[in-house]
């Protein structure tokens, strides 16, 4: 998993209960972070959004990983995605620390 921060210690909760349940996560702040890490580990599952990042950043960040790999599948809690209709969720109405937040991530991954 690839989550795009911006100040990290809002997503610290949920990044610590993904990686309780095993998942790896890597953590990037923008596109060349972004495009480093994903092509460093061959590519991640889900790109999850914090809340706080910056709609451009978000939009870049997405529309360029989603060029490199169409089937990648992206959770934002904040910007909303342009462009983007498939295997995405919008959990805006979450806060990610909280366990409806998590809970809802958790199924969106389930689902996948």
Do not use: W, Y
Not at 57 to 81: I, W
């Amino acid at each position: 998993m690839l989550a795009l921060l911006a100040d990290p210690t809002r997503m610290q909760p949920l990044l610590l209960q993904l990686r309780r349940l095993g998942l790896l996560v890597d953590t990037v702040c923008d596109l060349q972070s972004a495009r480093t890490a994903f092509f460093s580990s061959g590519g991640h599952d889900c790109l999850v959004i914090a809340p706080d990042v910056r709609p451009g950043v978000a939009n870049r960040v997405a529309s360029s990983l989603g060029a490199v790999d169409p089937d990648l599948a992206m959770a934002t809690f904040g910007p909303e995605l342009r462009e983007r209709t498939t295997r995405t969720a919008r959990l805006k109405s979450f806060h990610p620390g909280s366990r409806a937040g998590q809970g809802a991530l958790l199924r969106f991954l389930r689902s996948l």
